[in-house]
Every structure is written in structure tokens, then in C-alpha cells.
Nanobody, 121 residues
Framework: QVQLVESGGGLVQPGGSLKLSCAAS????????MGWYRQVPGKERELVAT???????NYADSVKGRFTISRDNAKNTVYLQMNRLNSEDTAVYYC???????????????WGRGTQVTVSS
């Protein structure tokens, strides 16, 4: 199994910044795309940003220009730098990774437990 552990959430004032980290562990797995999703109570989990192993990125329109996703392949770690935060960014943020065993052709999705981000004055 692949385990994902998020860190870096917390309380921040509007206009502030936070950086989330997510470390993936799992011996022998090939990890492809990694990403961040977020969810608020009563709503579906939504995409925030993804990054491929080659560094191609994709962002939700609501975070473009404010959030930056990056990864360290050597450490199997993905980061999310969040700037100019506002109250609508308040959510539980989940790390995601697509991973497979070398002898299996299909990727499976793995999720972290989530980290709370609260934007409030």
C-alpha cells in the first residue's frame, strides 16, 4: 500500500500564505500523478491542483495565480504553496497519488487523511 501523510495546515488570516506538504511511502510502487483536492462539509471533494512525474501541472480556475504545486520525485513528496488565501479556501485538503506495482498496468488512487486549512480573521 501507498501511505500519504499531509502536513502544514492550520489557521491563517485572509491574504496570508500556507505551504502544505505530502510525503508518499510505499516500497516498490511507481508513483505517477500527485495532487491536492479539498472538501468542505456538504460539498463534493474538488480538484485543487495536480502534477505529473514530469512536472506538468493543472490547476482549478479558482486557485490559478495564487497556488503553486511542486514535487520532489526523489523524496516522493508533493507541495502546495498557497498565497493570497481567502475564506473560500477554507477546507480539508487531501493529498492524492496515482500509483502501481511494476508488474501491474493499472494505477490505483491513494489518499491521505487530510489536513484542515482555515482562513479567518
Amino acid at each position: 500500500q501507498v501511505q500519504l501523510v499531509e502536513s502544514g495546515g492550520g489557521l491563517v488570516q485572509p491574504g496570508g500564505s500556507l505551504k502544505l506538504s505530502c510525503a508518499a511511502s510505499g516500497s516498490g510502487f511507481i508513483i505517477a500523478t500527485m495532487g491536492w483536492y479539498r472538501q468542505v462539509p456538504g460539498k463534493e471533494r474538488e480538484l485543487v491542483a495536480t502534477i505529473t512525474g514530469g512536472g506538468s501541472t493543472n490547476y482549478a480556475d479558482s486557485v490559478k495565480g495564487r497556488f503553486t504545486i511542486s514535487r520532489d520525485n526523489a523524496k516522493n513528496t508533493v507541495y502546495l504553496q498557497m498565497n493570497r488565501l481567502n475564506s473560500e479556501d477554507t477546507a480539508v485538503y487531501y493529498c492524492n497519488a496515482d500509483a502501481r506495482r511494476p508488474y501491474i498496468s493499472i494505477f490505483s488512487k491513494y489518499w491521505g487523511r487530510g489536513t484542515q486549512v482555515t482562513v479567518s480573521s
